[in-house]
């Protein structure tokens, strides 16, 4: 199943999330090793839940 998710938290429980941008992919990962790698979808988390 492929899922398309503005919101970060609808994908939180999925086994691998593809992180992209411009039709490029950017980081795939679970949301575990995508927050642990602090790249492009930590900070796009970090600012969707700051109130930004």
Same mark, same amino acid.
């Given at each position: 199943?492929? +899922? ?10 999925? !086994? ?13 990962? +679970? ?11 930590? !900070?796009?988390? !970090? !600012?969707?839940? +700051?109130? +930004?």
């Amino acid at each position: 199943i492929v +899922s398309i998710a503005h919101r970060l938290s609808t994908v939180k429980d999925a !086994n691998k999330i593809v992180y992209m941008e411009y039709g490029k992919i950017i980081e795939i990962g +679970s949301f575990d090793e995508l927050i642990n790698l602090k790249g492009a979808f930590y !900070n796009l988390w !970090n !600012n969707q839940h +700051s109130g +930004s």
